[in-house]
């Protein structure tokens, strides 16, 4: 808990929809995502609007589902 699991899957979600590479690598292409944020919405659209800012608008490329899974 609490180590960043989430915030590093929704970069690299994020990134692939929008066909940027993390860690020096290069994504092959820009491609569609559906994320599944399972522990419910707490601040996650927050999360979305911050990746928009750095990455870029990635459109309909990037969607998801915030619902917490109980």
């Not at 970069?11 to 290069?26: F, H, K, P, T, V």
Request: net charge positive.
């Amino acid at each position: 808990p609490k180590a960043g699991k989430s915030f590093v899957a929704a970069r690299i979600g994020y990134g692939l929809a929008r066909g940027i590479g993390m860690w020096d690598r290069d994504a092959a292409r820009a491609c569609s995502v559906l994320y599944v944020a399972a522990e419910g919405e707490g601040g996650f659209n927050a999360r979305v609007v911050a990746l928009r800012s750095e990455l870029g608008d990635a459109g309909e490329r990037f969607l998801y589902i915030a619902q917490r899974v109980e």
